[in-house]
């Protein structure tokens, strides 16, 4: 018998404050992090990945809460874990006193959501497959399992849930081998960022265009003179074809949101996102009846399941944007999924970071295998950004995500990118702000 | 020139999961815990106080988010910092690196307010008053300067905060007097907790009405036998005039929440408190319509002003809790205030814990005396437990709270009680779990 022996635990950060990359109208001045899980067992070799994605400071206070979670998983047996994830997610999530920490929000729900990734790499590893087929060779009953209905049932019942995924059955093969085939639609937001140049900008959109991107994302929000220069400049560049969504990464108050995306709006836009505070449900819905026909989208900052419930009972959202690292795993993202299909809503994930895009597409292509069976209007966000430490990294090619092969959740890192870039110690930091990464 | 040195932190912990005080549904075997933390100065003998109250378990994950806040503070220079809390509660939340954490929510959200709490502490102790002295001596402008009105201002802008502090202003020295000759209305949960036999419950029935409280509260929602027998014994304890709140901690979703409050209707119930989760602000307002005339009240873990405005929006709330260690400290719950009385929503501030009466009664005190300007319905929880842990404790006598008079916020432990109960090196602990406390 093979069991859960503990956590090694690795603070990981890059500098990407020193360019800019990854600046925004709210986060002026991110270094990408990762609070990194290694899930050990007492089996040689077998061992799962996951992080938490931030942005710099508090990467250790995540870290800290990784911690706290061990004594709930070292000594369980690794099959029987492995064989009921539901049942670990609703240990983590229901323990009595860390409970009190959210509940289910904020650092502590993101450090379970980071465990219970990990145990997915393991689950995925042990079965030889990419995540999303371990996910697409679930029955409905046993995807079932893995959800936790608590405070959704005003929304979608367990019946309902299983009426989705039982739809789902039917076309699921085809579907499954289409995503090998074909992959599954990807937009960019590597020329976005606010602190870049207009050069930089021109030529990255037009690369963008190059490399067969049907969507770009811009960057709003900081000052409207600049974004109606900056979006009058990617039109020219982009033509009226490819599709330009913009991010105000929750800057704005409901009435101000309104004004300033009715002043983008003759740019055609694609969606607005994160209009406002992630967790107001009424400012959203109001934002979305006032700039109509404007999609709004939001997501990634969505603390758990009963607020995208209400993002969605309140006719706030037209794109749905899951992470991978937000919520308390690949369970709640099953949630989350099995909502959007109840209410008609197509899911587009944030992806970025670091880590992001690896982690979340595993969802996607879930999603369309075995929950909407649509990929209408639907893609995954793109930054070709810190792929390089992942062992396994997320691959686009021609607009498109191609199917991740290899066996587990495509969140194991290289040791020797954990090394250099260990914070503070690590090479990358250690030789002081301005040396190169 | 006095500046900040640095924070003290103590992981202090009390065993209460031994005798089951603090057990409800959802919160079945909690330890009493304090994330506490002193702000430090250069000039001996100047410091404030504050903590988050957690159950146990994770009150060193919040202990090391109160540290990732030190680099922001340490080397302040103190006058100025104490002279513009609002700037520094705008620096804490708006950190464009930690707020990635939350945003605004959770352990991140609940360290800003400890140390935000201790830095009240501090002005309080220069100024010579009690917390609510200070806060009622100061101008509508002044109060103006310490909110943040981000994500507010569809439903309470400054200009309306301004005209309710303005109003405030008449007759504030005659309810200033009046607290301090009167107190505040208490009622007690000391009776209530699930985990208390019936032979106990009487007895802390009858000693609530010797006490000469108008109101006690039960914890329900574990069994619904249970809970009638438990209300039919406290009816009859109790008589028909002293009032019964229930509180079900998150238990339910919406359906099954309106069943179980409609089978309790009968024993004429002060208000259901938490029926379902705290983010469900859709749901709550349905169980509201469902199961009136009986009041909802919840806030002990809403985990911003943000939700708290579209509880009100949602028309959620018969009964406002703010709590003084959920939020990010005095200046949001200086937003809930303003925003109950927008709303023309009563007050009762939960408490309990450890130390949160004595946090939360100057904010009770300040809402009488500057914003709600009234006492009609509202009254501050009272349990009789750990205040002796506190060098100004909050007191309570006749079924009021007595106005603290001590200069600061009233959250100072004892340095004794800092080293008894030091998690998991201190005598309390180290002599083994079943050692007395």
Chains 1, 2 share one sequence.
Request: aromatic share 8%; glycine share 8%; proline share 5%.
């Amino acid at each position: 018998m093979t069991r859960i022996s503990g956590f090694d635990l690795h603070d990981v950060r890059f500098p990407t404050s020193r360019t800019l990359d990854g600046s925004d109208a709210m986060n002026t001045s991110p270094d990408y992090a990762a609070a990194y899980v290694t899930v050990r067992t007492d089996a040689p070799g077998t061992q799962g990945h996951a992080y938490v994605f931030t942005i710099g400071r508090g990467n250790d206070v995540q870290l800290a809460a990784i911690r706290a979670l061990e004594p709930l998983v070292a000594g369980l047996d690794l099959d029987a874990t492995l064989d009921d994830l539901g049942g670990l997610w609703r240990r983590l999530v229901g323990d009595s006193q860390l409970r009190w920490l959210g509940p289910e929000k904020g650092v502590m729900h993101m450090a379970i959501g980071a465990v219970v990734n990990a145990c997915w790499d393991l689950a995925a590893k042990r079965a030889g497959l990419p995540l999303w087929r371990l996910l697409a060779g679930l029955s409905p009953d046993e995807v079932l399992e893995l959800v936790d209905f608590r405070y959704l049932t005003d929304a979608l019942s367990a019946s309902e849930a299983r009426d989705i995924l039982v739809a789902g059955e039917r076309g699921k093969a085809e579907r499954v081998a289409e995503l090998d085939e074909r992959g599954y639609a990807a937009y960019t937001t590597s020329p976005g960022w606010l602190g870049y140049s207009d050069d930089r900008l021109v030529a990255l959109l037009e690369a963008a265009v190059r490399d067969g991107f049907a969507q770009v994302k811009l960057k709003v929000g900081a000052d409207l003179d600049d974004d109606v220069r900056r979006l009058e400049l990617a039109r020219s560049v982009l033509g009226p074809d490819i599709r330009i969504a913009v991010d105000a990464n929750q800057v704005w108050d409901a009435g101000p949101a309104v004004a300033w995306v009715r002043a983008l709006a003759r740019f055609d836009l694609a969606w607005i996102e994160e209009p406002t505070s992630p967790d107001d449900v009424l400012a959203t819905a109001a934002i979305r009846r006032a700039v109509a026909p404007v999609p709004v989208a939001a997501g990634e900052h969505v603390a758990n399941r009963v607020v995208f419930k209400q993002l969605l009972q309140a006719g706030a959202l037209d794109v749905m944007q899951i992470d991978a690292c937000r919520v308390a795993g690949v369970n709640e993202n099953l949630a989350n999924l099995l909502l959007a299909a109840k209410f008609g809503v197509r899911v587009c994930p944030h992806a970025g970071g670091v880590g992001l895009c690896e982690a979340v597409q595993h969802l996607a292509f879930f999603d369309y295998a075995a929950v909407s069976c649509t990929a209408e209007g639907r893609m995954i966000e793109w930054i070709d950004h810190l792929h390089e430490h992942f062992v396994s990294p997320a691959r686009v090619a021609g607009g498109r995500y191609l199917a991740p092969h290899a066996p587990g959740a495509s969140t194991e890192m290289h040791a020797s990118s954990l090394a250099r870039y260990a914070f503070p110690g690590g090479p990358a930091w250690s030789a002081g702000p301005d040396a190169p990464a």
